[in-house]
């Protein structure tokens, strides 16, 4: 069973930094691509950033770039996403994702919240 679990999320004052974890299991996901994404409260699941697992092709959403960084590490099966100066703006749940290209994403884990207090 193909699973992503995501851990680190919590609460953090404006500008302090947090780094969420994926760990994938079920499968080898050497032919995958990884990505977090975000949902805030009334609003769409938006991208923030995305990964191949040999880290050669790594993209970031506008609003994240220069602050959130986004690896991965084979040997342990997860994909970390450093953030860094977090804002107000970043408060929401936060999901890892695969997809195995040319497909869409299609795995999600089960999310964890991010809230940034003013």
């Known amino acids: 069973q193909v699973q992503l679990v995501e851990s680190g999320g919590g609460l953090v004052q404006a500008g302090g930094s947090l780094r969420l974890s994926c760990l994938a299991s079920?499968?080898?996901?050497?032919?995958?691509?990884m990505a977090w994404f975000r949902q805030a409260p009334g609003k769409e699941r938006e991208f923030v950033a995305a990964i191949s697992w040999a880290g050669v092709d790594i993209y970031y959403a506008d609003s994240v770039k220069g602050r959130f960084t986004i690896t991965g590490d084979n040997s342990k099966n997860t994909v970390y996403l450093q953030m860094n100066n977090l804002k107000p703006d970043d408060t929401a749940v936060y999901y890892c994702a695969a997809r195995r290209p040319p497909a869409a994403y299609d795995i999600w884990g089960q999310g964890t919240q991010v809230t940034v207090s003013s």
């Open positions: 079920g499968r080898t996901f050497s032919s995958y691509r």
